[in-house]
């Protein structure tokens, strides 16, 4: 069984800097990752794809990066900015998905 | 093109009263999903579909039932609701790995249910 796990659990940080989130899986047999965010009382936006072929992925101020041997990929977020604040979701997908628990940003101004 | 729909977006349902979501997609994808979240935690998939006319048991499936009798839509059903069903329920929906290497997940904005 897949298990999920983010750490940290809760984030918080000044503006402007930059931060790593990290999301650790068990089970390497996956078709992708994929990073979330979603914001209190909203749905989940989708962020980032990293398919298992591929070693990481970059939108604007994001970069995700895949390990699939050891089980890990990372969120980098660069010049982080108060409207960042939200709680950000890893899944793995591999014909179900399966999620962590999250971890909650708040960067303060 | 309105991607995943869910209806109703809340409701309130009092212990043994029975309902149902209704999920839709018009992206024409194979698999369906229905997760449900609770406070702090990620989402737990709860049943999901990989076609039309087939359905199958995720993480917590008891007390829930589902229907795929279309391909764009997804059913889920509580029969006996009760108030550990109190949750936020998203849908989502996917191509099958074969049809697009991304298998990328697209969500619909959730059904926020409350059973007193």
């Known amino acids: 069984k897949q298990e999920v796990t983010q750490i940290p659990a809760a984030l918080s940080v000044p503006e402007g800097e930059n931060l790593v989130l990290n999301c650790s899986f068990t089970d390497s047999a996956i078709y992708n990752l994929q990073w979330f965010r979603q914001d209190p009382g909203k749905g989940l936006t989708s962020l980032l794809l990293?398919?298992?072929?591929?070693r990481e992925q970059t939108s604007g101020r994001l970069n995700a990066s895949l390990d699939k041997s050891s089980g890990r990929s990372t969120l980098y977020i660069a010049a982080s900015q108060p409207g960042d604040s939200a709680t950000y979701l890893c899944a793995t997908n591999a014909g179900k998905s399966t999620f962590g628990d999250g971890t909650t940003l708040t960067v303060k101004p | 093109n309105a991607g995943v729909t869910q209806t109703p977006k809340f409701r309130v349902l009092k212990t043994g009263q029975s309902m149902t979501l209704l999920c839709a997609q018009d992206m024409n994808h194979e698999y369906m999903y229905w997760y449900r979240q609770d406070p702090g935690m990620g989402l737990r998939l709860i049943h999901y579909?990989?076609?039309?006319?087939?359905?199958a048991k995720g993480e917590v499936p008891d007390g829930y039932n589902v229907s795929r009798l279309k391909k764009q839509n997804f059913l889920l059903g509580l029969e006996s609701a009760a108030p550990s069903q109190t949750s936020v329920y998203f849908c989502?929906?996917?191509?099958?790995?074969?049809?697009?290497?991304?298998?990328?997940?697209?969500f619909g904005p959730g059904t926020r249910l409350t059973v007193t």
């Open positions: 990293i398919q298992s072929s591929q």
């Open positions: 989502a929906s996917s191509s099958a790995p074969g049809q697009d290497p991304s298998y990328e997940q697209y």
């Open positions: 579909s990989v076609g039309e006319g087939t359905t």
